[in-house]
């Protein structure tokens, strides 16, 4: 980013970096996973904060809460028949805080495209047979929040969307930490809910013939 700045007799050009502000696209925003101390975190884990938008107890508290609950999840054998072949495949979860969304802040503001594209660079931009990777971007100055899954996750529209709006006062208070994690402990339900099969009762499945005649 380049500013301007018009003084008598004198034209000064200063170069500032594009993300100085606290803006990032999805090209240069930081993978929590390679990039730990970019998303100011001291080892790799599944959140990023290059804004410092939380403090360090607050990042380090998200970060432990997801790795707990992917632990339980872990011992659910996803059902997508896209992840027969992955047995040993969790649910993934990421959280990107950003103070603003684009490099320029005169640009609109797209966050379902920003999530997208930034998810799609997390998976190496390839399309993998079992998806369960899910981001969840929180932009503080555009006040906005976004969510997309995995195809495989087998997370509604709905399931995300009553995931945000049940915290949407978190959000509005600012309490991030607490909107974040109400939206994971919403959203790892609903994946246990969904993968975990249901073994009929034997009342459910009426008399069992066992071969034999009276």
Same mark, same amino acid.
């Given at each position: 980013?380049?500013?301007?700045?018009?003084? $008598?007799?004198?034209?000064?050009?200063?170069?500032? $970096?594009? /993300?100085?502000?606290?803006?990032?696209?999805?090209?240069?925003?930081?993978?929590?996973?390679?990039? $730990?101390?970019?998303?100011?975190?001291?080892?790799?884990?599944?959140?990023? %904060?290059?804004?410092?938008?939380?403090?360090?107890?607050?990042?380090?508290?998200? /970060?432990?809460?997801?790795?707990? !609950?992917?632990?339980?999840?872990?011992?659910?054998?996803?059902?997508? $028949?896209?992840?027969? @072949?992955?047995? /040993?495949?969790?649910?993934?979860?990421?959280?990107?805080?950003?103070?603003?969304?684009?490099?320029?802040?005169? %640009? +609109?503001?797209?966050?379902?495209?920003?999530?997208?594209?930034?998810?799609?660079?997390?998976?190496?931009?390839?399309?993998?047979?079992?998806?369960?990777?899910? !981001?969840?971007? *929180?932009?503080?100055?555009?006040?906005?929040?976004?969510?997309?899954?995995?195809?495989?996750?087998?997370?509604?529209?709905?399931?995300?969307?009553?995931?945000?709006?049940?915290?949407?006062?978190?959000?509005?208070? @600012?309490?991030?930490?607490?909107?974040?994690?109400?939206?994971?402990?919403?959203?790892?339900?609903?994946?246990?809910?969904?993968?975990?099969?249901?073994? +009929?009762?034997?009342?459910?499945? @009426?008399?069992? *013939? *066992?071969? !034999?005649?009276?």
């Amino acid at each position: 980013m380049m500013i301007l700045l018009f003084l $008598p007799s004198i034209l000064l050009l200063i170069a500032f $970096p594009s /993300n100085i502000f606290g803006q990032f696209s999805s090209q240069n925003y930081p993978d929590p996973r390679t990039e $730990p101390l970019r998303c100011k975190l001291l080892l790799p884990g599944q959140i990023c %904060d290059p804004s410092d938008i939380l403090n360090d107890a607050e990042r380090r508290k998200l /970060n432990e809460k997801i790795q707990q !609950l992917g632990s339980v999840t872990a011992q659910i054998r996803n059902t997508s $028949p896209q992840c027969v @072949g992955s047995p /040993n495949q969790n649910l993934q979860i990421i959280v990107a805080l950003i103070e603003k969304i684009g490099v320029n802040p005169l %640009d +609109p503001v797209d966050i379902e495209r920003f999530t997208n594209s930034l998810r799609l660079k997390y998976l190496n931009f390839q399309e993998l047979n079992c998806d369960t990777l899910v !981001l969840i971007v *929180n932009s503080r100055r555009d006040r906005q929040v976004f969510t997309v899954a995995g195809k495989d996750a087998k997370l509604s529209r709905d399931v995300l969307q009553t995931a945000f709006h049940r915290n949407i006062g978190h959000f509005r208070q @600012g309490h991030y930490v607490l909107g974040l994690e109400g939206m994971i402990e919403y959203i790892v339900s609903s994946y246990t809910s969904t993968h975990i099969v249901q073994v +009929p009762s034997p009342e459910v499945l @009426g008399p069992t *013939n *066992n071969g !034999l005649e009276s």
